[in-house]
């Protein structure tokens, strides 16, 4: 069964803003918002953890926030002055060891929601 399930992803416009959600099933100590874009490498955004501690990559620090309801089970990722570059398949993981970018820490993985930045 899904532990984690995306939602929130569309098309927008260069500039504009959206807000993704990670819907989990139970709680989770550190939850993680990576992309991956065709062609390139899967990149680690923004981490989380339940002292609502966030880091962000360089590439999105300012641009985007990282945030938690725990009694919602639902981890966001609100982006603004969106990029075409910011074009990918977003996702969720969540982690029980370390919390950080590399997604070798991450054993659960959502489905992924696709957002697509168009001029």
């Known amino acids: 069964q899904q532990q984690l399930v995306e939602s929130g992803g569309e098309s927008v416009q260069v500039g504009g803003s959206l807000t993704l959600s990670c819907a989990a099933r139970g709680y989770y100590w550190c939850v993680a918002w990576f992309r991956q874009a065709p062609g390139k490498e899967r990149e680690g955004l923004a981490r989380?953890?339940?002292?609502?501690?966030?880091y962000y990559a360089d590439s999105v620090k300012g641009r985007f926030t990282i945030s938690r309801d725990d009694a919602k089970n639902t981890v966001y990722l609100h982006m603004t002055r969106l990029k075409p570059e910011d074009t990918a398949m977003y996702y969720c993981?969540?982690?029980?060891?370390?919390?950080?970018?590399?997604?070798?820490?991450?054993?659960?993985w959502g489905q992924g929601t696709q957002v697509t930045v168009s001029s």
């Open positions: 989380i953890n339940d002292d609502d501690d966030a």
């Open positions: 993981a969540a982690g029980t060891s370390a919390c950080g970018l590399d997604r070798r820490f991450y054993e659960y």
